[in-house]
């Protein structure tokens, strides 16, 4: 009767260890905006793989992810980007409105105290270059854009 518990417990030490195979891995990348802003002419180049590992993978086929961190004092509901990335031998540039305010000015990302965090899905199967950089800029009609915290892409299954 006493083994029987043991019995188990072995069991489900082995379904869980044989189920935890190495599977697809996910890569993203977030960078910081400076204090002073994002200007017009910037644009941020983010690497979604960690280049200096010699096991990655260069091409997959992932969900093409793109996340913004704002301050509840960004002026806008919106934000306009403009996001290139390789894919194989063709370069892939989207034009993306990302909304972050409702039309009653509530801020639809999640987070608390004047932090909130927004995606965006930019592809739902698209073969990318996890090696190669995403190139991010803002292209909203003001010179220096304030009041953005974090940006990130990422490509997941």
């Given at each position: 009767?006493?083994?029987?518990?043991?019995?188990?417990?072995?069991?489900?030490?082995?379904?869980?260890?044989?189920?935890?195979?190495?599977?697809?891995?996910?890569?993203?990348?977030?960078?910081?905006?400076?204090?002073?802003?994002?200007?017009?002419?910037?644009?941020?180049?983010?690497?979604?793989?960690?280049?200096?590992?010699?096991?990655?993978?260069?091409?997959?086929?992932?969900?093409?992810?793109?996340?913004?961190?704002?301050?509840?004092?960004?002026?806008?509901?919106?934000?306009?980007?403009?996001v290139?990335?390789?894919?194989?031998?063709?370069?892939?540039?989207?034009?993306?409105?990302?909304?972050?305010?409702?039309?009653?000015?509530?801020?639809?990302?999640k987070?608390?105290?004047?932090?909130?965090?927004?995606?965006?899905?930019?592809?739902?199967?698209?073969?990318?270059?996890?090696?190669?950089?995403?190139?991010?800029?803002?292209i909203?009609?003001?010179?220096?854009?304030?009041?953005?915290?974090?940006?990130?892409?990422?490509?997941?299954?």
């Open positions: 009767m006493q083994r029987l518990p043991a019995l188990i417990a072995a069991i489900v030490c082995l379904i869980l260890a044989a189920s935890c195979g190495r599977g697809e891995r996910d890569y993203s990348r977030w960078t910081s905006i400076p204090a002073e802003g994002w200007a017009y002419g910037d644009t941020l180049a983010l690497t979604p793989a960690d280049t200096t590992l010699n096991d990655n993978d260069s091409l997959v086929r992932r969900a093409l992810r793109l996340g913004l961190v704002h301050t509840s004092a960004y002026p806008y509901a919106n934000l306009w980007l403009e290139t990335y390789r894919g194989g031998a063709a370069i892939h540039r989207d034009t993306v409105n990302l909304t972050l305010a409702d039309i009653y000015g509530r801020w639809l990302g987070g608390f105290g004047s932090f909130y965090q927004c995606e965006a899905v930019l592809d739902t199967d698209t073969e990318i270059d996890v090696t190669q950089p995403v190139l991010v800029r803002h909203m009609r003001v010179d220096t854009l304030r009041n953005i915290d974090r940006i990130g892409i990422s490509a997941e299954n």
